[in-house]
DNA sequence: GTGCAGCGGTCGGCATTGTCGAACACTGAT
DNA sequence: ATCAGTGTTCGACAATGCCGACCGCTGCAC
């Protein structure tokens, strides 16, 4: 691959520094923190700025990012193929479990999620479309790690952060973990991620069974569990699912 | 203002251009469309999606959004001062009224939708975070084109669309409306943008009594209103929701 | 099978373009 | 009043990204 564009690069940097922040950030912080001379970066965040990617306190002069990175997100996924097939579906599995469903995929050092139906009672729920998630320690990243290379080498290779006191951090173990999913084409996430929460994920493929994303389904570990398992039958509707998805993705690929 | 980079300038062109086209988009279409060269077209287009903010099918060669874009997307919500004001007191108009809530910012010649409360109720409901929707016709974009000059003028300038029957797209008509609706500081659209569905709005403000948003509440007409005109109660709530936001908004800003 | 027309991708010369660092106006705290 | 910060502007320099011709490939048509 040739080289990229500098302009760019740096430019990218720039949200991604911002994105990673929780605050607003200063100038002269962003200018230190990417090494780059204040008048540089300066120029990146105006032309940002035009274009609607930052927005600046004007009080504060400080920077954070801007309104049309959302507008720009939404329409991701308004085109993504994957999700739009997996809609109908993922709907009818969060229905009939009662539970929340996550479609995600692999994106960087994670599972970005794509899709997100709500557990179908009235409670409070933060929608979670856009979010990252590890993928040592969640099922549907221990399902993209055992079908995908590139999951796997991530996984392999970062930090298996301890999050709870089940988090599976030990290389030895986590790769038994990898070859028994894909041994069995499922995976589970019990209060190895979150306390009190247990998922279950299967793999979607497309028509040449290369894996492009996976389906969980996600909630309390009450619910989901017995005698710490997860209940057979949903794992069964998950797999189902997933199955399906698969299916719709292949058949649209002529 | 100073001049702004000319490739990030381009490359913002580019993302914009593949997010307005549904479909997927080929280099050539991309470089003639914004009157480039197809070998700088190609050195962006390589960099962005160097950078993940863009995606080429394998197998076509064409162009689409990235995911890089929807976890930044996610990171603006994260760092939203108003969202994350707004929540609660969102929530609760959502659970008293039996209807779903929108919270909207002036973003280019539209509203953009920075949060949505689902009604609390088992249907089928998509998310709109991240949607645009028109000043003319909606509640949300009339109160912000009272309150906010800049809206204003975008919208009396831009094209006011015939969306439905009932859609006002006369100057004279849109202006006695926006007067109206700072007078009496709220604004409804009743099938005016989409056939069946109603709803009212009314403006945050901040300390400074500068408008920075706007809540609505949507429901089906045939429950918000009564003999054609929106309940009264319901103005009331919506009102009463966004002065809750706007005392919140103004205590904080110390 | 063979041609052609379209695609995406590459390369190198030219000059436009973005970079750099110093100087600027301003704010707030010392 | 001073000072240490901030974000911003500016101009000179050369590194940078732009352009257009060229390449290899695919797929359609004949």
Redesign the pocket.
């Known amino acids: 691959?040739?080289?990229s564009?500098?302009?760019?690069?740096?430019a990218a940097a720039v949200l991604r520094l911002l994105a990673g922040g929780e605050r607003r950030l200063?100038?002269?912080?962003i200018a230190s923190s990417l090494g780059?001379?204040?008048?540089?970066a300066?120029?990146?965040?105006?032309t940002l700025q035009a274009e609607g990617f930052v927005e600046?306190d004007p009080v504060s002069?400080?920077?954070q990012l801007g309104a049309e990175l959302l507008r720009l997100g939404n329409s991701y996924l308004d085109v993504h193929e994957l999700r739009s097939r997996a809609l109908v579906w993922t709907d009818d599995l969060a229905r009939s479990s009662g539970e929340s469903v996550h479609l995600g995929v692999l994106h960087l050092e994670g599972v970005l999620i794509v899709h997100h139906v709500f557990r179908p009672d009235d409670s409070r729920q933060v929608l979670e479309v856009g979010a990252m998630q590890p993928l040592h320690s969640t099922a549907l990243g221990k399902v993209l790690a055992a079908y995908d290379p590139v999951a796997r080498g991530e996984a392999v290779r970062g930090a298996r952060e301890q999050l709870t006191a089940r988090t599976v951090t030990d290389l030895e173990q986590f790769e038994a973990i990898v070859e028994l999913t894909r041994s069995r084409g499922w995976a589970t996430d019990v209060e190895e991620t979150w306390e009190g929460v247990a998922a279950v994920a299967a793999p979607i493929h497309d028509r040449r069974r290369m894996p492009v994303g996976a389906i969980a389904l996600t909630g309390a570990v009450e619910r989901l569990c017995e005698s710490g398992e997860v209940r057979p039958e949903l794992i069964t509707a998950v797999r189902e699912c997933a199955r399906s998805v698969s299916r719709d993705v292949g058949a649209g690929r002529f």
Do not use: N, W
Request: glycine letters at 14%; proline letters at 0%; hydrophobic letters at 35%.
């Open positions: 691959m040739a080289k564009i500098q302009s760019l690069q740096r200063g100038l002269s912080d780059l001379a204040k008048g540089t300066h120029g990146i965040l105006r600046q002069g400080r920077y």
